[in-house]
């Protein structure tokens, strides 16, 4: 039994660790983009105080408010069977859980991380210190997008910032690109530090854009990541395009990318599953 808590405790402490760390990450890169976008880049590619500049800090409130909005409802939004009836007409393709010792309904898996089954499970999301599931989806989906959007917004102007300071200086310039980090020790200075925010900046954006697009694809299939990675065994969940979106953004789904306190409620619950079988 002692092992038991131990390892319990253990588990715990990891877990808290392992996302306080990526939460500081992104409770650091935030603001410190947005005050190196709006404070550093943008008085010099636009002329302070016009429209066009206050057209750009606009645009930077939607998307922070887009990408802060869908982080918290995302990582506090409740997507696993705890406190849930699991009750259900049918019972096919319903599974035994070990650990949490109930009958799980069909794409219901346990996470390890969150100690818990979750509804519709996709994967854990470090970044949320939670599990992307049935009711949380949507919010992950714009967090992706909203970053990736923000990311090549930021990078145009980032270019055009770089290039009106940036020199050759016998290919040096090269090397900082590829090696961003050692050029801190050979040259240390403001030209270092700004190539490397740009390349941070290229780095996120084509990885959030991988997520959405990859992710999307699975909506627009009606599938999740494990049931991807399975072949869905020989059957699908597939409704339509548009069916699957409504499954994921909800009823409102077309209002949703406006913003994450849209209220767009989901057809189902997250438990009952009619399936298509695709063997006849």
Known sequence: ???????????????????????????????????????VVLPT??????????????????????????????????????GRNLDSVNKDGWTLCSVCEVLRPPRAWHCNNCDICILKRDHHCTFFASC???????????????????????????????STFLKWNHGLVIAKFIFPLATFVVDFGAESFYVFLIEINFIVGAFTGFLFFFHFDNILKGRITPEKKENNKGTSYHKGWKQNIIEVFGIN????????????????????????????
């Open 132 to 162: 992307v599931g049935y009711y949380n989806h949507r919010y992950f989906m714009f967090f992706t997008l909203y970053i990736f959007i923000s990311m090549l917004y930021s990078f145009y102007y980032n270019v055009i910032f770089l």
């Open 1 to 39: 039994m002692l092992i038991t808590v131990e390892g319990v405790k253990n588990k715990q402490m990891k877990r808290f660790l392992e996302h306080g760390t990526y939460l500081l990450i992104i409770f650091l890169l935030v603001p410190g983009f947005l005050y190196f976008e709006l404070c």
């Open 45 to 82: 590619v636009v002329e302070a105080w016009t429209i066009p500049y206050f057209v750009h800090y606009i645009c930077a409130s939607f998307l922070l408010l887009n990408i802060v909005g869908n982080m918290i409802y995302g990582m506090f939004t409740d997507t696993s069977i705890k």
């Open 253 to 280: 789904w077309y209002l949703t990318c406006i913003s994450p306190f849209i209220h767009s409620p989901l057809p189902g619950n997250g438990i009952d599953w009619f399936v298509n079988d695709k063997k006849k």
